[in-house]
């Protein structure tokens, strides 16, 4: 695969992940919430949290857009979205964060493959 073929495939990948968390992070601070999401997060003890859930999940995909940051935003996506997969599981709903993770693993690893293999930098 060529290196435009990456930079290319990784953009798309990764903004899959971050249009889903400034969704969720507006529809929370909007309160726009579907009532099945306010009763769930409710039920686990979230309810009280959604301002500071939907601010996070900006602050979080802000952080994923900015190349200087993407690392940093890399990684608190990767344990909000594993927070959120743990969530669902605890709660017997199908794990959709799961996908989006997995989505924003692959993403990042074509763009930068040095957060995943020791070395990686020097064989691109």
């Known amino acids: 695969m060529t290196i435009k073929a990456k930079r290319i ?18 529809m929370k601070l909007a309160n726009a919430e579907p009532p099945s ?13 959604m301002k500071l859930l939907g601010t996070g999940e900006l602050i979080i995909a802000a952080l994923l857009l900015y190349p200087k940051t ?19 599981i605890s709660g017997s709903q199908p ?4 996908v989006f993770l997995a989505i924003l693993w ?3 690893f ?8 020791q070395g990686a930098a020097n064989n691109n």
């Open 37 to 49: 999401v306010v009763r769930f997060l409710t039920k686990y003890g979230f309810g009280d949290y």
């Open 70 to 88: 993407n690392k940093l935003g890399f990684l608190l996506a990767s344990c909000y979205l594993g927070g959120a997969f743990c969530l669902e």
């Open 106 to 108: 692959v993403g990042m």
């Open 95 to 98: 794990p959709a964060s799961a």
């Open 9 to 26: 495939l990784s953009t798309v990948l990764m903004a899959i992940p971050i249009l889903v968390l400034m969704m969720g992070g507006v």
């Open 110 to 117: 074509l763009r930068s493959r040095e957060m995943f293999l």
